[in-house]
């Protein structure tokens, strides 16, 4: 018999969500489906001590109700937060949304717990806001923007039906995902234990510490069932830091996520009487599908989210003189040498990477000063970008605005309250001041680096980079250390933002150490993204073949740099490498050979006749998450009738037969690169594609359709 109470029914357009009010006017998320699906009303009796409020949030002073305060779960504050309204509405574009309104009787605190879906997007937005309605100042410790209990809803064996899957990123192996089942992290059936609550107090926490916001690991996380019929993802978005939480309590799984926390990142917040305060975004899908089935969705999601650009229009090939080329030592020959081949293989951009703003080669603790050398330059940096238009290529720099070297002269022209302090001391890190983006000085001045770099010098494309990482922040007219790194981080995407406003043509690409900043928060208003410093294009094609699970392909832009004393082979899979994303071609062109030109220019034609469809493509695994030191590694994009295959040989054995499953297409061909020996087969039988690839490392692009 279900407990007194009533339910919410919203539907949402792509999804149908039902919120749970009881008889103590508690709000909980009950259901998350497919439209059309059937409500099952399941015994409230038992799901109440499954369940959790809407949100999980902390204040100074108070711990937990049960369990652990190490666990962000059964939060005082939380457990007496009771609806007080809700409102429904439906956008212009069709975007659905439902504020829920939920008070705590003893502080004054609301809650605003806000829930979108957009058009045709089975995801749920989620972001809670809170407002000090009280006559004290409120002091929070943690605000999380989703809470769902009982995950694991009709499947009572938890521990053997289900898996955890994390994604880890660090320099140079980025976006790679490992699934693990619960006994290997800790949690299980541990039958009954105290106070008649049975259930573990573990949990699986994960959290980034830092201005690297994807240092160790994604904000992304999934649980999925081992039989593969039903997958939770989920994403926050956040630029700095975050945490997410998947734990058991009774016989269900619980998860909670959202922005920094006190106990992870040195992270409270005073809210004054009168004042409020919104936390981190979070999203979240459930399908009834596998793993790699919920990045449709996520695709789907993240291509609305994000700021409209030209540059995700037209897909433009990148031409960078960094990567396994100039490495930070341009001068006017060196980069005069590799213009003319750069627009012969057919270039678009040519950016300029680091070092173009030093008179010497060791300019890491002098960076900040943003003027173009005299010294690489003699004879004007306006010349050389003047022979890069002429060449039909837009130029672009690479440009680290975040920091100022100890040595730059501009260190001393800043006050010491804009830059990253702790206990009035100016923070340094690896020979770096970190600036401020909440003091107006620091935005006037790097404005002013913006715009003479765009009117004075014609710049189209900024390579926007960052190298350091701090900690905890600043304590600067902050409340903590982690509520000044926030302040900074959302001031930053300000900036961002303002820059498109006033140049909306301009190129704005995030770099960060390669991808240590993968994030949507950052990633829902730059263009595209570079996805590794990886330098060995064997090892690189691991992070090509599972980035786009972070990243939609048209922003994922992966380096090509071919060599002179690579192998044809090797070369074919370093260019294959950028070919279901974004192009970021790099590497000694000015010296390829005749036949190692022609293979460049063979890829980037390829892709000229297939980017229009890449930006409405999903990606998809056939043989699963690809893993590290695989033989072989397989991804696919989907667009209506058409299928691109990027298939990587790096050992083994030189056969190899791919699900595809029943998709009406049969007729494949190799696209890149189209001489060399490869044999296709396709078997309706078992839906399957074999190929054949002789000789590794190497690499083919597949086109797949109907005949």
């Given amino acids: ?15 149908d969500i039902d919120f749970f009010i009881d008889s103590e006017e508690h709000v909980y998320i009950h ?103 009280g006559s ?11 809470s769902l209990g009982y995950l694991n809803r009709g499947y009572k064996e938890w521990w053997n039906e289900f898996e955890v899957v994390v994604a880890n990123n660090n320099n140079f192996r980025e976006a790679q995902w490992q699934s693990f089942d619960f006994a290997t992290v800790g949690m299980g059936d541990v039958g009954d234990s105290d106070f008649d609550r049975p259930g573990t107090r573990a949990a699986v926490i994960k959290s980034n510490l830092g201005t690297f916001s994807t240092n160790g690991s994604l904000p992304m996380g999934a649980l999925t069932r081992k039989d593969k019929k039903q997958t939770f993802m989920w994403q926050i ?16 799984l619980y998860l909670i996520a959202g922005g920094p926390t006190d106990q992870h990142h040195q992270w409270t917040k005073t809210v004054h009487p009168g004042e409020d305060f919104t936390g981190v975004t979070t999203a979240l899908s459930v399908i009834d599908g596998d793993l790699e089935s919920s990045f449709v969705p996520f695709t789907q999601y993240r291509r609305r989210i994000r700021r409209h650009h030209e540059d995700n229009v037209k897909l433009p090939i990148i031409f960078n003189d960094y990567m396994n080329c ?172 303002n820059i498109y406003d006033r140049y909306p043509h301009v190129v704005l690409e995030t770099c960060s150490s390669g991808a240590q900043r993968l994030d949507y928060h950052m990633l829902a208003s730059h263009s595209i993204q570079s996805t590794s410093d990886q330098q060995e294009p064997y090892l690189y094609s691991c992070i090509a073949a599972t980035v786009l699970t972070a990243v939609t392909p048209e922003q994922s832009a992966s380096w090509a740099y071919p060599q002179p004393e690579y192998s044809d082979d090797l070369n074919a899979l370093c260019l294959v490498n950028s070919l279901m994303g974004r192009i970021h071609l790099s590497g000694r062109v ?37 893993k590290w030191h695989d033989n072989w590694l397989v991804v696919e994009l989907r667009h209506e009738k058409h299928r691109y295959i990027a298939v990587w040989r790096r050992g083994g054995n030189g056969h190899l037969d791919i699900p595809l499953g029943p998709q009406g297409l049969s007729h494949y061909e190799v696209l890149f690169p189209r001489d060399f020996s490869t044999s296709l087969s396709w078997n309706s039988d078992s839906s399957s594609l074999s190929i054949e690839i002789p000789h590794a490392p190497s690499a083919r692009l597949i086109y797949g359709t109907s005949p």
């Fill in 590 to 626: 000015d010296i390829l050979n005749e036949k190692q030109r022609r293979l460049v220019v063979e890829a980037m034609q390829v892709y000229k006749d297939i980017r229009s469809h890449i930006k409405d493509c999903f990606p998809y695994w056939p043989l699963g998450m690809p």
């Fill in 326 to 497: 100039l490495k930070g030592n341009p001068n006017t020959e060196r980069v005069t040498a590799l213009i003319e081949p750069a627009r012969k293989v057919g270039s678009e951009y040519f950016v300029i990477d680091a070092g173009w703003y030093s008179d010497v080669e060791g300019w890491w603790s002098s960076v900040g000063v943003w003027e173009p050398s005299s010294t690489r330059f003699p004879g004007g940096f306006k010349l050389l970008l003047d022979r890069i238009r002429q060449a039909g290529m837009i130029p672009g720099v690479w440009i680290e605005p975040e920091v100022i070297g100890v040595h730059c002269p501009e260190a001393s022209h800043l006050p010491d309250d804009a830059y990253f302090q702790r206990r009035g001391v100016r923070i340094i890190e690896q020979d770096r001041f970190h600036l401020d983006f909440r003091h107006k000085d620091v935005i006037s001045r790097l404005d002013s680096v913006i715009d003479n770099l765009v009117q004075n010098y014609g710049i189209g494309y900024f390579k926007i980079d960052y190298n350091i990482d701090v900690t905890h922040g600043t304590d600067v007219n902050a409340s903590s250390p982690g509520d000044g790194m926030l302040g900074h981080r959302r001031a930053y995407m300000q900036w961002i933002n």
């Fill in 237 to 252: 978005e956040n630029s700095g830091a975050w945490n997410w939480e998947l734990g058991n309590i009774v016989h269900g």
């Fill in 31 to 133: 259901s998350i489906r497919s439209p059309g699906s059937p409500a099952v009303r399941y015994s409230m009796d038992s799901e109440l001590d499954h369940i959790f409020p809407l949100t999980q949030l902390r204040l100074v002073g108070e711990g937990s109700t049960f369990g652990t305060s190490e666990r962000l779960v059964f939060s005082a504050t939380s457990s007496r937060l009771q609806y007080v309204e809700h409102k429904e509405w439906i956008e212009g574009d069709g975007t659905r949304r439902i504020d829920i309104i939920t008070t705590d009787p003893k502080t004054d605190l609301f809650v605003d717990s806000r829930y979108s879906v957009f058009e045709g997007v089975p995801v749920l937005r989620s972001t809670t806001r809170v407002r000090n309605k």
């Fill in 136 to 146: 004290k100042a409120l002091h929070l410790e943690s605000l999380a923007s989703l």
């Fill in 1 to 15: 018999m279900s407990s007194p109470g009533r339910y919410i029914e919203w539907k949402a357009g792509a999804l």
